[in-house]
């Protein structure tokens, strides 16, 4: 195959199926070297990409409006390509079950328009077997081709963390993985044109599938470990970052925190692990066990604001909640799978509509997802109860006269503040007489 040579002469084109967190970054990067083409089904999405506005602001309107990449939602432009990248999303069912509706909707797609030679490369978040199993039979299945012999496929992870500006797709090795060892050498060396950190090659597309779901599991792990102390720590009356700052002394400390765990990657791939796990007959305990600690969170966070309505002799039936952030992380518009959905679910349960705030998040996707209307911070006043979910910067940047301005007038020790992120100094704010909380 000579795909990379032709790639690199401007003779064929890559193309990148998913213009998401993952996909847009990956053809932005792309074009900087070679010719692509960048598809996505959402006409909205792709009319904003022409105009020069990027809506993930993962790399910026500056970048897109000078990218190369060619726009479009006509998969017939698809037939233009011989190296093909999937970056859809791959999120789960309502019964935690793989949702992989996206991964066969774009290989349906690309199997209409794929023509011999072709490489297809999977970079969709799957449980091992998927790629082989599902994917390439309906590739064949379109296309009237055979996979091996008209054309390739390989799998590629992506490690994209939505909102780093420092470990950015070109820092993070890549994982890489073929069919065969024709296919595996010719993914590494286009992937090779924009990752500078270096690439893996793995021994099997199940291998390169499993490492996928196994770092985010083991992400999650963590995690869950870090919030089952913090709840055992708050019923013993014990800041669980002081500990946390304390163990993390030693060398060998793995420095996670606790928190709430959502988004499309740490809070979906445990699920894709323990699916496939069940399936072949075994039961998961450390990942389904960790991955039901970390859910819950959401509701452990909100009771413990019903606990501190109720000592600060609020009715709370009649309570002002605020949350500050929506999105699952900080700086990030990205508001898929967000816990602090959670939060507002327990709350409504005790007849408490929570006014949330969120400078990133977009309103029409909020209510859409969600149900939820954002308010303007400016317009915020007379708030019993503060609540930080999400450390924005703009959050974190917040003074205690800005804090002291949304709370509604009267003694110190009436206002709560509850400090999922633990962005402020517990103690300074105790002895202003405010009632603190923080996970």
Known sequence: ??????????????????????????????????????????????????????????????????????????????????????????????????????????????????????????????????????CIPILEKESGLKCGIDFK??????????????????????????????????????YELVIEAGIHKASSIKVAEAAKVVENSQRDINIAFMNELAMVFDRMDINTNDVVAAMNTKWNALGFHPGLVGGHCIGVDPYYFVYEAERLGYHSQIVLSGRKIN??????????????????????????????GVTFKENCPDTRNSKVIDIVDRLNEYEINPVIVDPYADQKEAYNEYGIELADINN???????????????????????IDNLMKEGPNQEKIIVDVKSLFNQKELENLGYTYWSL
Request: with cysteine; aromatic share 6%; proline share 4%.
């Open 1 to 134: 195959m000579n795909i990379f040579n032709d790639l690199l002469e401007g003779k064929e084109n890559i193309s990148v199926i998913g213009l998401g967190y993952v996909g847009m970054p990956i053809a932005v990067a792309f074009a900087k070297k070679i010719n692509v083409i960048g598809f996505d089904l959402n006409e909205q999405k792709i009319e904003m990409y022409k105009s020069g506005v990027d809506p993930t602001n993962e790399i910026g309107n500056k970048a897109i409006s000078e990218t190369t990449v060619s726009f479009t939602s006509d998969e017939t432009r698809l037939k233009d390509s011989k190296f093909h990248v999937v970056a859809v999303p791959t999120p789960i069912n309502s019964d935690k079950t793989p949702n992989l509706s996206p991964v066969i909707g774009a290989s349906k797609i690309i199997g209409r328009n794929l023509t011999k030679g072709s490489i297809v490369v999977y970079e969709s978040t799957v449980y091992p077997g998927v790629t082989e199993d599902i």
């Open 153 to 190: 496929v390989g799998y590629s992870p992506e490690r994209i963390n939505p909102g780093d500006k420092v470990h950015t797709l070109d820092s993070i090795i890549k994982i890489v993985s073929g069919v065969d060892s024709e296919s595996l050498d010719e993914i590494s060396k286009v």
């Open 295 to 324: 859910d819950n969170m959401g509701e452990f966070i909100a009771d413990a604001i019903i606990k501190k309505l109720i000592t600060t002799n609020k009715v709370v039936k009649n309570a002002k909640v605020a949350i500050l």
């Open 380 to 402: 915020l006043t007379d708030v019993d109860c503060l609540v930080f979910a999400v450390a924005h910067n703009e959050f974190k940047s917040m003074d205690l006269d800005e």
